[in-house]
T-cell receptor
Framework: RKEVEQDPGPFNVPEGATVAFNCTYS??????FFWYRQDCRKEPKLLMS???SGNEDGRFTAQLNRASQYISLLIRDSKLSDSATYLC????????????FGQGTELSVKP | DTAVSQTPKYLVTQMGNDKSIKCEQN?????MYWYKQDSKKFLKIMFS???????INETVPNRFSPKSPDKAHLNLHINSLELGDSAVYFC?????????????FGPGTRLTVL
């Protein structure tokens, strides 16, 4: 079983739709949680960190459920420019900056 | 100015050759990393250096040898290249080795071994 699991998709949605991505992680020692975005043939970039209380950044909302070891990302009012692969990432802080990446969920937003 | 840069961007070579990939960051960060992204798109950490010292060394064949001449540079040398080494290699850096720090990735080096 992979340490971070995501539905690879692809998710094909129309502009303006709300889309939700889920992710589970297996190691309860994980301490830091992130969503990264990777455009086709580009490097990953941090989209947002995920905090226990949940956090929002514009159209993006991230939630963390430590008891269930579950992370989510909600994108409201999808734009064409949101098309990318969204990577769920965890880190066990006692292992320095070792990020564990999920396989990524591909999102395609259509006009 | 590019924050994390890598050279070359593309590398095509024959099996058995030795090649190097260079990485530089101008962010003043203490920690640098090498990741490998395979054909299935999984990103996996290979190595990490903090202030020129190796702190993470995953299960990587010893044909791969990182070198950090100073904290702004982390190079990756690969000996006796194999077909399975074909992948995209990303360098990254972060302010410190603390797990909560944002990691900034370079544009990647696409290695193809023929």
């Amino acid at each position: 079983r992979k340490e971070v699991e995501q539905d690879p998709g692809p998710f094909n949605v129309p502009e303006g739709a709300t889309v939700a991505f889920n992710c589970t992680y297996s190691n309860s020692a994980s301490q830091s949680f992130f969503w990264y975005r990777q455009d086709c043939r580009k490097e990953p970039k941090l989209l947002m960190s995920v905090y226990s209380s949940g956090n929002e950044d514009g159209r993006f909302t991230a939630q963390l459920n430590r008891a269930s070891q579950y992370i989510s990302l909600l994108i409201r009012d999808s734009k064409l420019s949101d098309s990318a692969t969204y990577l769920c990432v965890v880190n066990r802080n006692n292992q320095g900056g070792k990020l564990i990446f999920g396989q990524g969920t591909e999102l395609s937003v259509k006009p | 100015d590019t924050a994390v840069s890598q050279t070359p961007k593309y590398l095509v070579t024959q099996m058995g050759n030795d090649k190097s990939i260079k990485c530089e960051q101008n962010l003043g960060h203490d920690t640098m990393y090498w990741y490998k992204q395979d054909s299935k798109k999984f990103l996996k950490i290979m190595f990490s250096y903090n202030n020129k010292e190796l702190i993470i060394n995953e299960t990587v064949p010893n044909r791969f040898s990182p070198k950090s001449p100073d904290k702004a540079h982390l190079n990756l040398h690969i000996n006796s290249l194999e077909l399975g080494d074909s992948a995209v290699y990303f360098c990254a850096s972060s302010q410190s080795a603390g797990g909560a720090d944002t990691q900034y990735f370079g544009p990647g080096t696409r290695l193809t071994v023929l």
